[in-house]
């Protein structure tokens, strides 16, 4: 087989598709915090808690209610997209008319609250969550080894972030969102319940890494933190990406996870932090973001 | 100024009973008092216009009747429903519709998006083919993106997506600021073309030329007061008053 650059093939491949499956938890983390922050205005500092709770409501149902794999799927983004409606409800509905800087620091105080009671209820060690059985083993690609349950993670979030974007580019009801985050005063005086919208968009975006967090456990461990450590890096994608873009968020999401992958191959001391440089010169060349629109 | 600026004005009943009546309307924007008492009637059927100088109260009168602005007191009643307490997505539920003086096209939003984006809400409002008739050009501009209509047709699209609602009466800001002559003309047209096919209309105008073309009757704004009421067919005997209102 051929090498590039004296890589070999299963090296090169299996770091792009590392890449990949990172770019996967990039683009649906920040397709929901692109949704959020595109009709609220708040920067969702809680995101990385609720990809957590996704993980761990996963977990539980399989440890207390012996409910697997695929029904979590579904139901975990559920739970998690309600407490989202409670919390939008409750807390944020009450901060839309004051500096978009109190959401944030209401949400980094939230995303605080629920790690702790998760860290002291758990611990931080992390929690196995097996591989479901209809998705265990691999394909020998020849160059690379594939296994199934990443080629899934890959697929499933690409087809999340695909009918979503169609949800919110080509239907009636993304029509509303998309108008209300130009002029919800302007939505209401049509007759829409602009409230009910918000509060059913800030759920919508908090299931989605509720099902991040899902698609995640059998991967990496179910722990407290795991949302913490990812969210810094899902920022950066959404800023990269343009601060409330839809398509921005997607692509910049899955293009970052990969050229993570290719950096680890060639320069792997730069991987954890090619993602920040990359925002600082998109920030000083173009400040809206690849995808954003300048205010 | 004439006497009737500073004495209250007993807003006169209109022969029909009011579609619409507000009675001692004021509102705020902020701390900043805005409207002092607003007195009106329209009845059915009726085109009825706000003239007074900028900053004397029109376009907030009609944020007050459609409930953008909430901050207001006295009464607002449509169609025998109070509505000063509710807010504006019930408003326009009753059948209320809003076009405003910025005409808020949505630039994210195709021409067929924004046309279609306000639900229907009552039977009776016309059809796709019966709008395409009325503004041939929002045909050809479908899928154009709506902000890069020229302005004459974006306030064509901030009426005709208000008629497909059902909505009986029609509060329109300014539908002629900053469009050429010739499309203020066809905006003239649509009104009249409105009124015939029997919707209420409240207008908003600077330009009493313009409104003389259209409308029934005249209340004349001034510092957050309804000061005066003339009837079109009076306007030429009242023109010297008017002036004096408006400042011209």
């Known amino acids: ?295 | 100024m004439p006497e009737a600026v500073v004495r209250p004005f007993p807003a006169p009943k209109p022969a029909a009973a009011p579609l619409l009546s507000v009675r001692n309307l004021q509102a705020w924007y902020g701390e900043s008092h805005v409207l002092h008492g607003i007195d009106f009637d329209v009845a059915p059927g009726e085109v009825v216009t706000l003239l007074g100088r900028n900053g004397a109260g029109k376009t907030t009168t009609l944020r007050s009747i459609i409930g953008i602005l909430r901050k207001r007191t006295g009464s607002i009643n449509f169609d025998g429903q109070e509505t000063i307490r509710l807010p504006a997505r019930q408003i326009a539920r009753l059948g209320i519709g809003y076009v405003p003086e910025e005409r808020g096209i949505f630039s994210s939003l195709s021409v067929a998006e924004n046309l279609i984006l306000p639900p229907i809400i009552k039977p009776g409002g016309m059809t796709q083919d019966q709008i395409f008739t009325l503004f041939p050009n929002l045909r050809e501009r479908l899928f154009s993106q709506g902000t890069k209509l020229s302005g004459g047709e974006q306030q064509m699209l901030a009426i005709a997506r208000i008629l497909r609602t059902g909505a009986n009466l029609i509060l329109l800001d300014e539908p002629t600021e900053g469009l050429a002559p010739v499309i203020v003309e066809q905006i003239g047209h649509t009104i009249a073309r409105l009124k015939q096919d029997g919707f209420t209309i409240v207008l908003v105008e600077q330009n009493f030329r313009f409104a003389s073309t259209v409308a029934d009757r005249h209340y004349v704004v001034d510092q957050g007061r309804v000061v005066d009421m003339i009837r079109n067919d009076e306007l030429d005997a009242n023109i010297d008053k008017l002036h004096s209102y408006l400042g011209v």
């Open chain 1, 1 to 295: 087989m051929f090498e590039l650059l004296g890589v070999s093939p299963q090296v090169l491949f299996g770091q792009l598709l590392l890449g990949l499956i990172n770019g996967s938890f990039y683009a649906v983390l920040s397709l929901g915090l692109a949704i959020i922050f595109g009709l609220l205005n708040i920067i969702n500092f809680a995101h990385g808690a609720q990809y957590m709770m996704g993980a761990f409501v996963a977990w539980m149902l399989l440890q207390y209610a012996g409910v697997g794999y695929w029904w979590s799927l579904l139901i975990a983004p559920l739970v998690v997209g309600a407490t989202g409606i409670v919390i939008e409800r409750l807390f944020l509905s009450r901060l839309q008319n004051v500096d978009h800087l109190y959401g944030l620091l209401l949400t980094f105080g939230l995303a605080l609250i629920i790690q702790g009671v998760f860290r002291n209820e758990y611990g931080v060690s992390g929690l196995p969550y097996g591989i479901p059985r209809e998705l265990a083993g691999g394909n020998n690609l020849g160059f690379m080894f594939l296994p199934n349950y990443r080629a899934w993670v890959v697929v499933a979030a690409l087809a999340v972030c695909i009918v979503t974007w169609l949800v919110i580019e080509r239907t009636r009801l993304g029509a509303y969102l998309r108008a209300a985050t130009e002029n919800a005063t302007l939505v209401g005086a049509f007759g829409i319940n602009v409230p009910m919208l918000v509060t059913l968009t800030y759920g919508f975006g908090v299931a989605l890494a509720g099902f991040a967090g899902v698609l995640a456990a059998p991967i990496y461990a179910v722990n407290p933190n795991m949302g913490a450590d990812l969210i810094i890096v899902v920022f950066a994608v959404v800023v990269i990406g343009g601060m409330g873009s839809i398509l921005g968020s997607i692509v910049t999401g899955f293009a970052l996870g990969i050229v993570e992958g290719l950096t680890k191959v060639f320069y792997p001391e730069a991987s954890s932090t090619v993602i920040f440089v990359i925002m600082i010169l998109v920030l000083l060349v173009k400040p809206a973001g690849l995808f954003g629109r300048a205010a």
